[in-house]
């Protein structure tokens, strides 16, 4: 089964407020976590990755936060956009694994004018 | 633009027929994986290639196959269809494999419709 899960499906954010999605991992293995942004229509895109030896790491008005003692993983996006509209993946991967990527269900994004 | 390219874009099969879906890694990426993303669902994951070699494999039936080329290039090979393999189909590459926690680049998939 899933061993990663977002805590909701949706999120709606009005528009230059941040935005906050949540991710759980239940396998204390994971070596390696990756934030993706899907649009409608179009394929993954990466966002922002993160090593379990760090618990923060920014980029361009995202930041990921990692704590593993909870097993949780968080995207925040800084001064959401409309363009930020999109569905929003949490993924890891295992050390006894390390071939494949585990996908949680995902959380949808909509941006409110 | 993620340099995956994938290719066709959007086929419909019968049921029983078989696909084959293309896929060009990014350049310079030696490793492609493939993942199976039904409507609402996060994407799971099908096998890698990695040196023209199955380096892994998801929980999917035999008739799910592939292929990598020298060129690094990829094949997705789909036979007996059946109406629940209709779903957007996805290309990843990275270098040098996942487990290193290089990178892992998607294209825009390839949607499947099974009737």
């Known amino acids: 089964g899933e061993s990663v899960g977002l805590h909701l499906p949706t999120l709606s954010v009005q528009e230059g407020d941040n935005s906050i999605i949540n991710c759980a991992y239940s396998n204390s293995a994971s070596d390696y976590f990756i934030w993706y942004k899907q649009e409608s229509g179009k394929g993954p895109q990466f966002i922002i990755d993160?090593?379990?030896?760090?618990d923060k790491r920014q980029g361009q008005r995202v930041t990921v936060l990692l704590n593993k003692t909870v097993k949780h993983l968080s995207l925040q996006i800084a001064a959401t956009q409309p363009g930020d509209s999109a569905v929003y993946f949490c993924a890891e991967n295992r050390r006894s694994d390390d071939y494949k990527l585990s996908f949680g269900a995902g959380t949808t994004v909509t941006v409110r004018a | 633009e993620t340099g995956v390219t994938q290719s066709p874009t959007h086929l419909i099969k019968t049921r029983g027929q078989q696909v084959t879906l293309r896929c060009s890694s990014q350049s310079g990426h030696n490793t492609v994986s493939w993942y199976q993303q039904a409507l609402g669902q996060g994407p799971q994951f099908i096998f890698q290639?990695?040196?023209?070699?199955?380096?892994g494999r998801g929980n999917f039936p035999p008739r799910f196959s592939g292929l990598q080329f020298p060129n690094y290039s990829s094949e997705l090979n789909v036979n007996a269809l059946e109406l629940d393999d209709s779903a957007l189909y996805l290309c990843?590459?990275?270098?040098?494999?996942?487990?290193?926690?290089?990178?892992?680049?998607f294209g825009e998939g390839s949607w499947l419709t099974v009737v």
């Open positions: 290639y990695y040196r023209e070699e199955e380096n």
């Open positions: 993160i090593r379990s030896n760090m």
């Open positions: 990843a590459s990275s270098l040098q494999g996942q487990g290193s926690g290089n990178t892992i680049y």
